[in-house]
Each structure stands twice: as C-alpha cells, then as structure tokens.
C-alpha cells in the first residue's frame, strides 16, 4: 500500500479501534492479516446497513421475496456456475523479489481513470510488457506470466479426506438463489417479474486483499436476484441501476463522491449483456460499491444442465414458457459500511479553535441514536435521566453517560456519530435558583452537525426522535 494511501485511512482505522467500531482480526495472537472484528458500534451500524437494505429491497416490496440459503452447497453448483473454471484473478509474480500481485490491478494502477483491461490473460501480459509495469516493492520490471489463480476457498465436509467430500466455501450468494429457483416457483409460485434477496456471508481467497475492509476474504453481501421476461431485461436493468443509486443518496452519501460506471465491452463477463458499477471516490481513489449485472438466462440455463432440472416459467396468461433472465444489484456489506465511515469522518476547527473529531452519519444509520446526558448527577436530576433513558431504550440504541464534563461528553458521541445528546438539567425538574420556569419537564436537544439546541418536551421526546430519524 502506498504511504499517502496508509495516512489517508490511518485516522479512520485508528477511530475504528478506539471507538469500538472495528477491531484488527486475532490480535491477542499477533492477529491474523486482512481479518476484522466489529466492535459493539460496528455491529449496530452493521445491523443498520442490513436492515435498511432488507426493509428497502425485500420487505417494502410486494415483487421481492427473501431466502437464506447455507454456505456449502453441492460442488456441482460451482461447476455449472462457472466458478470452478472461471473465478480466478490473473496472478503474477515479482521474479526479483517474488512478491505477488494481481496483474489487472497493477495495470489499472499505472494507466489510470478510463483504462480497461479485459479478462483476456495473453492481452494481459502483452500490456505488462507494453506499459513497463513496475513491481510496487522493489520496482524491477520482471514478471511471471499471469497465471489463473482461482479465489474459492476449499474445505472438507465430514471424516473422509478425498475427491468426493471437497467442498467450498460460497464466492457469493447469488448461487443459493438459483438453485431454489424452483423450490420457489413450485411452492410460493410467485408471477414474473419477481426478485429474491438475500444477506450472508461469501469467502473468497483474494490475491491482494486490503484498503482496510474495502477487500477482504471474508465479508458480507446483500444480493437480489430479479427474474424476468427475456427482452424486458434492459427496462430491469435501468431500473435497478436508479433505485440502487438512490438508496445510497438516501443514505446521505456525498453525491459528488458517487458514479455509475457503465462496463465497457471488453471487461464484461461473457454472460452479461450489460454490467455497471457504482463507484465511491474513498481515500485511495474511485472504487467499485455496488455491481448491478443483467445476466440474461446464463445461470438458470447452466443449473438446467447441470441438474437436469427444469427451470422454465410457464406464463399462463401468455401461454409461453421460458427460463427467466435475470438482473442482478450484489453490494458488500462492508464495502457500503466503508463508504458510511470514510463519507461520515470529519476533523472540525471549532470557533473556539479546538478540533473535533466527528462521524457525520445520516441519523438513520447511525449506531447510537440519542445520548443522555444528566448536568447533575444525583438527585431528582439523575433520577428523570434514568428515566428517560429506560424509556427510550425500548424502542431505539440510546446511551446513558454521566461521567465527566459535558464537553467531553459531546465529544465522545461526536466520534461515535451519535446525531442527538440529550441534556437533563434543574431546569427540567424545575427545582434550583435561577430555574426557568418555561423549561420545567423538558430536556434540551443538541444536534451533532449544527451543534444548534432545542427544547423537548419528556413526553415528546420518543416521537421526536422517530420524527428525526426519517
Ligand atoms: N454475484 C455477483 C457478485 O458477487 P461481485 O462484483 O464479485 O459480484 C459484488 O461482488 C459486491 O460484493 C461488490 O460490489 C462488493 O461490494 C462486494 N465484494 C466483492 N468482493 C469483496 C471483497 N473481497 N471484500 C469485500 N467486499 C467484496
């Protein structure tokens, strides 16, 4: 990784760990490289991600069903996938310091925004030689030629080593989809067009991992697989590209630091009949969010070959059969939770020329939604404190801090991202010199971005964070 690459995410990763929110993977034995844990913020801004995809793609939707298929499946699947052939990464190695690399990236390292290197691994090796790539560690410019390195992972199912018990973990979840194809249609018979969705874990063995969780081995998806008419597959297909976008806006992501980049002919899969992504400019430059695919009848038609199962549609109002096409928007959990992270983190001057460190998270994604925070603590202040935060804890992940002075506690929940800090004071309980009686039985609310402060009334307070939360 390069130096400035290291500093432009140091602080975020730094953050991460301090605040709970990411842990290095191991680390009570040296750690383990490239694996993370997520600390109790993380999980809940995890949770966050998850649900507002879930509630979005699958259950707001009359046309979307869920599923949750398991992680080993037959290796047959991944022969009619085509992974077994064809899910490699081109490898090369540095003959001088036998350093490896994936060579596509080291091309678009050196040719920049707009190269396009397609799956071709002879055109691959004429551009290394073409371009004079340079081995990034010790900058010699002898390579191996790129070899196909296949990213499943393989593992064992039961007592018996052999042929017969190989297995591998999921490279994606897309697959699990397909193969229940017909257990939906048969049992839920749903009407094209229709999608499933699904989250869960996918493993693959990347050459190069890193960029903090950007690309890692182990990570999360959230896949929808669309089913529809053939030849109505490019309607689906723009379709899906503006509502994926617009889920992102929605999650208050810098519109200038998002694009939709259209595949050129050379980088598609030979299944696909167009493919974009949607592209975040992170601190290490422009890299892919969210891939939306149309994927035409390519993997159903391989199952029905494979299994020898049908996987025709039979339209009866059209009396037609066919097998479906499909339109596939597939987003990492952990990539849009990084995309969250590095568009939420902020160093402010304040007026008073203090920094604050601060997580800008759209409320809705934010892992803490309200903080309270007595001025006093004993007494009838303490008690209406406690009060309401066992009240508000029933219906959101609020806080209870007392400890220190009210400065440090905004700054704390400032680097948690914690849109709301609320005050509990005399005024509230209306006791005390120099009370304002107009103040009694409420509390006030400070909004982490503005900083501006408002008084709520107690009773009030649950419909105006649901209100806020929007
Ligand atoms: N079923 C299609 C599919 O898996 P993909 O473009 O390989 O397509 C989809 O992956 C998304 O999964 C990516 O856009 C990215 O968000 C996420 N993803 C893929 N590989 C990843 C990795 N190694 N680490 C973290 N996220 C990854």
Not at 281 to 300: C, K, V
Request: hydrophobic fraction near 35%; include cysteine; proline fraction near 4%.
């Amino acid at each position: 990784m390069a130096k400035k690459v290291q500093d432009a995410l140091k602080d975020l990763v730094s953050l991460c760990k301090r605040r709970g929110f990411i842990f290095p993977g191991s680390e009570i034995y040296d750690g383990l490289a490239n694996t993370w844990d997520y600390g109790p913020y993380g999980v809940e801004l995890k949770r966050n991600i998850k649900n507002l995809w879930w509630k979005r793609f699958v259950e707001s939707r009359p046309d979307v069903l869920g599923l949750d298929s398991s992680i080993l499946l037959n290796p047959r699947v991944w022969q009619a996938s085509g992974h077994v052939s064809n899910f490699s990464d081109p490898l090369v190695d540095c003959k001088a310091c036998h350093e490896r690399f994936r060579a596509d990236h080291l091309l678009e390292a050196k040719l920049g925004e707009g190269c396009t290197v397609g799956k071709n691994f002879q055109e691959i090796a004429q551009m290394m030689v073409d371009n004079q790539i340079e081995c990034p560690k010790c900058g010699k410019k002898d390579f191996t030629e790129p070899r196909a390195f296949n990213l499943m992972f393989q593992t064992q199912l039961g007592v018996l080593e052999g042929t017969g018990s190989k297995v591998f973990l999921r490279p994606e979840t897309a697959q699990g989809i397909f193969i229940n194809f017909k257990n939906i249609m048969d049992n839920v018979r749903p009407k094209i067009p229709f999608g499933v969705g699904q989250i869960g874990k996918s493993f693959r063995n990347e050459i190069t991992p890193g960029n903090f969780i950007f690309r890692t081995r182990e990570f999360e998806q959230m896949e929808l697989e669309f089913f529809c008419e053939p030849g109505t597959e490019k309607e689906w297909y723009d379709y899906w590209r503006k509502y994926c976008m617009d889920f992102v806006f929605g999650l208050g992501v810098t519109k200038e630091k998002l694009r939709l980049r259209e595949h050129a002919k050379e980088e598609l899969s030979h299944y696909s009949n167009g493919t974009s992504d949607i592209e975040y400019e992170f601190p290490f430059g422009w890299g892919e969010l969210w891939g939306i695919a149309s994927r035409t009848d390519y993997d159903l038609t391989q199952h029905q070959k494979e299994s020898k199962v049908k996987m025709e549609y039979f339209d009866a109002v059209a009396n037609k059969r066919y097998i479906p096409y499909v339109v596939e928007p597939s987003l990492g959990v952990d990539r849009l939770l990084l995309v969250l992270l590095c568009d939420a983190y902020d160093v402010e001057t304040l007026e008073n020329g203090e920094e604050r460190v601060v997580l800008h998270f759209s409320p809705k994604v934010a892992p803490v939604k309200a903080a309270i925070l007595p001025l006093v603590k004993k007494g009838k202040v303490k008690e209406v404190a406690e009060e309401i935060y066992q009240k508000l804890i029933q219906n959101f992940n609020v806080e209870y801090d007392e400890t220190q002075s009210i400065g440090k506690r905004y700054r704390r929940q400032d680097e948690l991202g914690t849109p709301f800090c609320i005050t509990v004071d005399f005024d509230t309980i209306g006791e005390g010199d120099d009370v304002k009686p107009e103040n009694k039985g409420m509390v006030t609310v400070r909004e982490r971005d503005s900083m501006k402060q408002e008084h709520v009334k107690i009773e009030d307070l649950e419909n105006w964070i649901f209100a806020h939360l929007k």
